[in-house]
């Protein structure tokens, strides 16, 4: 009776945590992890793995706020609900700014196409949960309203390895990149539109792989971005991404390492809340099409 008992035990751990599909044709990028077989690139794993920043429009917030958010990610074959949270810390208000960002939980399904796709292990057994990566980013202001210059701010922004690499939703890797965003505002006389404002950013970004020879991937980083305001509502549409050199291109594999994104957002200020909904969708190397929603309270910090 006990070795019945047991039998089943296995039978049912093999079938919840298992793997019935051939592994035979994958590739092994190097390890004796049954992670070796994922692809660490922007192209092949979940959407929050290696995110295309978010443009600040040459920005130094000053107020702290906290911020919450839901995304809900889809593509052919993987679906997947993230929740989101951020601390922005103003520490010298339109100056230097800190803030703590990332994706405490996503739940997600992935069928078995995408998962012999990116290569990996375990099947598909339906809906999964699981925590995600905390982002520390630094914004500091290095020039503001100085007559025809536009503004300039430095950013650096690195990520921590809480989210797990096991179904390529994270990559259990550090990842940090680094830009210079520049802004530039106009104030039409036409009485409606309160403000128009361009943008554009370069930096580099750089993230750690799972192949020896080739242990990391990196590349430039660029965006641009028009914010149009009327009173409390803005408007902003942005492109942008980073394109990575390609560590596993050496193996005769395609790397997925040039992310590139367009984002459309409406976002509604208020005296302590604001709002914001997003649309999301990928020109390159970024499969999912998302939509967010966001709220955020802002507060003074004597």
């Given at each position: 009776m006990r070795i019945s008992a047991i039998l089943i035990f296995l039978f049912l751990s093999f079938s919840i945590y298992g793997q019935t599909r051939k592994t035979s044709d994958w590739i092994n990028f190097g390890s004796n992890h049954v992670s070796k077989w994922i692809q660490v690139a922007p192209g092949k794993m979940g959407p929050n793995a290696l995110p295309v920043p978010e443009m600040d429009y040459a920005q130094v917030a000053n107020r702290s706020g906290f911020e919450a958010g839901t995304h809900f990610n889809v593509m052919k074959g993987d679906t997947s609900i993230s929740s989101f949270l951020a601390f922005d810390w103003a520490v010298v208000p339109e100056k230097v700014a800190v803030k703590i960002w990332g994706f405490p939980t996503e739940t997600f399904r992935t069928n078995n196409e995408v998962r012999d796709?990116?290569?990996i292990y375990y099947d598909d057994t339906g809906w999964m949960t699981g925590g995600g990566d905390i982002w520390i980013s630094t914004f500091i202001q290095i020039i503001k309203d100085r007559n025809k210059w536009p503004d300039v701010v430095l950013n650096y922004s690195l990520k921590t390895?809480?989210?797990?690499?096991?179904?390529?939703?994270?990559?259990?890797a550090p990842v940090h990149y680094f830009y210079a965003a520049f802004g530039k505002s106009f104030f039409p006389e036409n009485h409606f539109l309160s403000e128009v404002r361009v943008a554009g950013m370069g930096g580099f970004y750089?993230?750690?792989?799972?192949?020896?020879?080739?242990?990391?991937?990196?590349?430039?980083?660029?965006?641009?971005?028009?914010?149009?305001?009327?009173?409390?509502?803005?408007?902003?549409?942005?492109?942008?991404?980073?394109?990575?050199?390609?560590a596993y291109d050496f193996l005769g594999v395609k790397s997925f390492a040039a992310p590139i994104v367009y984002r459309a957002k409406l976002l509604k200020e208020g005296e302590r809340f604001d709002?914001?909904?997003?649309?999301?969708?990928?020109?390159?190397?970024?499969?999912?099409?998302t939509f967010i929603f966001g709220v955020a309270y802002r507060f003074n910090v004597n």
């Open positions: 796709d990116r290569q390895t809480t989210g797990s690499i096991l179904h390529a939703r994270y990559t259990d750089i993230w750690q792989t799972n192949k020896v020879e080739m242990a990391q991937d990196e590349g430039p980083l660029f965006e641009a971005g028009v914010k149009i305001r009327h009173k409390t509502i803005s408007l902003m549409n942005e492109v942008g991404g980073y394109w990575g050199y390609g709002w914001k909904l997003e649309y999301r969708t990928g020109w390159k190397d970024y499969k999912y099409t």
